[in-house]
Nanobody, 119 residues
Framework: QVQLVESGGGLVQPGGSLTLSCVAS????????MGWYRQAPGKQRELVAH???????HYTRSVKGRFTISRDDAKNTVYLQMNSLKPEDTAVYYC?????????????WGQGTQVTVSS
């Protein structure tokens, strides 16, 4: 079985920074796209950023220039560096990976990590 485990969330003041990490473990043959989604109270889950297996990033407009996604394939890990955080970035952040678990491709999700931006 495959597990995705996020870490790095917390409480930060507006303008501050946080780095989220997500480690994928288990029966993994290869990982295609890795990404971060978020869900604020009362809102739908939305894509924040994703990165392809050849390193191409994509960002939602609201985080461009403030967030940076990266990945370390040797560690099956994806990161999200978040700078200049705003109160509207407050949400539960979920890691997602589209990977080959040995019997085909499948989407996996982490359990989520809370990010709260408040003074």
């Amino acid at each position: 079985q495959v597990q995705l485990v996020e870490s790095g969330g917390g409480l930060v003041q507006p303008g501050g920074s946080l780095t989220l990490s997500c480690v994928a473990s288990g029966s993994i043959f290869s990982i295609n796209v890795m990404g971060w989604y978020r869900q604020a109270p009362g809102k739908q889950r939305e894509l924040v950023a994703h990165i392809t297996d050849d390193g191409n990033p994509h960002y939602t407009r609201s985080v461009k220039g403030r967030f940076t996604i990266s990945r370390d394939d040797a560690k099956n890990t994806v990161y999200l560096q978040m700078n200049s955080l705003k109160p509207e970035d407050t949400a539960v952040y979920y890691c997602n990976a589209d990977l080959d678990y040995g019997a085909g491709m499948r989407d996996y999700w982490g359990q989520g990590t809370q990010v709260t931006v408040s003074s």
